[in-house]
């Protein structure tokens, strides 16, 4: 074949490959059975228009996995996380959505079991000293405790959902540290929930990893985005209803947990 022939069959070749990656990946979407499971995270509190069947699980058409049933159009779609959630609500309430046909999964979990909520409530409404402590207690039961608890959550889903890719999401930093807020706390506190969100997701992706699941580490996507930050905030601060405070609003689940869902799914 003539030198000059080389790089456009090449380059038609490549141009093939990747539109039959492309149409793989939609049509995989396409036929997916995926089953939403988690906490408030998940669910979407804080971001708005809730369903009116979840009741007090508060889960909203602004969530990650209902943004992404309207963009991928699943065979099925089971949207059961639920505010308030903890691993034994997944195991008693939640895996039961799921079956051998099950083809893909989403949970965020393992913040309420580590005292988010109340930890949260400490540390804006009390001393420097007292978020200090109950910071270093969540962090304490995270390291500790949240292991065994993941494990039984992980273990749960892949035996009902043995066929399903499972996809782990992370939670975000909730502060930017040195930034500016009319109201607020400082830096010092800010610092230690920061660094329980950084324990909390490191417990998180070594469980999931031996589990054999994806993690997605939100983080980074969150950056600049962030209560104080400098660009538009994706989380909620202290905002009434009081139970989504501290949660991503409509933008944090578009902008941040949306896409990282999305790579990994």
Known sequence: MPRTRVLPV??????????TLITATDASAAGARYVALG?????????GSYTGDSGSCKRSTNAYPYLWKNANAPTSFSFVACSGAKTGDVLNNQVSALSSSTTLVSI????????????MQ???????SSCLSAVATAKSYATNTL???????????RSKAPNAHVVVLGYPHLYKIGGSCIFGIGDTKRTAINGAAD???????KRAANAGFTFKDVRSIFTEHEICGSSTQWLNSTTLPVDES????????SGG?????????
């Open 10 to 19: 090449a380059a038609t070749a490549l141009a093939l490959s990747l539109a």
């Open 39 to 47: 906490d408030s995270y998940s669910a979407g509190v804080g971001a």
């Open 108 to 119: 965020t979990i393992g913040g309420n079991d580590a005292g988010f909520a109340s930890t």
């Open 122 to 128: 400490t540390c804006v409404l009390n001393s420097e």
């Open 147 to 157: 292991p065994g608890q993941l494990d039984a959550v992980y273990s749960a889903i």
């Open 199 to 205: 324990t909390l997701d490191s417990v998180i992706a």
């Open 246 to 253: 501290y949660h991503p609003n409509k933008a944090g689940q």
């Open 257 to 265: 947990y949306l896409p990282s869902f999305s790579a990994a799914a």
